[in-house]
């Protein structure tokens, strides 16, 4: 059974910092390529950024680029989302995601095979 699931969430001033796990059960983690998508409320799920599967290709979305990283660990079935300079508008709740046959800049969801459960990001002006 595959899992993902997200962790360090929470709640963060403005400029402030967060990193975001995400640690990857039952499949073959450095096979998929990874990413990230946030989703805040009433709006759709947005994609943030992926990395590739050996880490080496890493494509963000223009709304977080210079801010946001991700950084992945195929020892540790985990990928990371780090998270500097936060804006109000970065809150959201956030999912990784695994793709077995895109890329790194693959951004439409229905095309991900794998989603975790989500993880809340609030950031306070």
């Known amino acids: 059974q595959v899992q993902l699931v997200e962790s360090g969430g929470g709640l963060v001033q403005a400029g402030g910092s967060l990193r975001l796990s995400c640690a990857a059960s039952?499949?073959?983690?450095?096979?998929?390529?990874m990413a990230w998508f946030r989703q805040a409320q009433g709006k759709e799920r947005e994609f943030v950024g992926g990395?590739?599967?050996?880490?080496?290709?890493?494509y963000l979305a223009d709304s977080v680029k210079g801010r946001f990283t991700i950084l992945r660990d195929n020892v540790k079935n985990t990928v990371y989302l780090q998270m500097n300079s936060l804006k109000p508008e970065d809150t959201a709740v956030y999912y990784c995601?695994?793709?077995?046959?895109?890329?790194?800049?693959?951004?439409?969801?229905?095309?991900?095979?794998?989603w975790g459960q989500g993880t809340q990001v609030t950031v306070s002006s």
């Open positions: 990395i590739s599967r050996s880490g080496g290709g890493l």
């Open positions: 039952g499949l073959t983690f450095s096979g998929f390529h």
């Open positions: 995601a695994a793709n077995s046959v895109g890329d790194s800049q693959t951004m439409t969801p229905k095309l991900y095979d794998y």
